[in-house]
């Protein structure tokens, strides 16, 4: 399976679900600094399979 990164890679750790690898964009809304939009998509499978685990808990915790 070939590799993709979108931009940066950026890697966080989570007290609950532990290491998350992520590849981050951002898009500027305008031409100098000023609002923009930040993206972080799953840089590998561990990673997005740790985050949809962080998605339940949170559900789980507002329920």
Known sequence: ???????????????YVGRLTVDHTDLW??????????TYV???EESRQRLEKLHAIAL????
């Not at 399976?1 to 007290?15: C, D, Q, T, V, Y």
């Not at 789980?60 to 329920?63: K, L, W, Y």
């Open 1 to 15: 399976m070939a590799s993709r990164s979108l931009g940066p890679r950026k890697e966080f750790r989570n007290a």
């Open 29 to 38: 809304l305008s031409p100098d600094v000023g609002p923009r939009v930040v």
């Open 42 to 44: 799953p840089a590998d």
């Open 60 to 63: 789980e915790r507002q329920a």
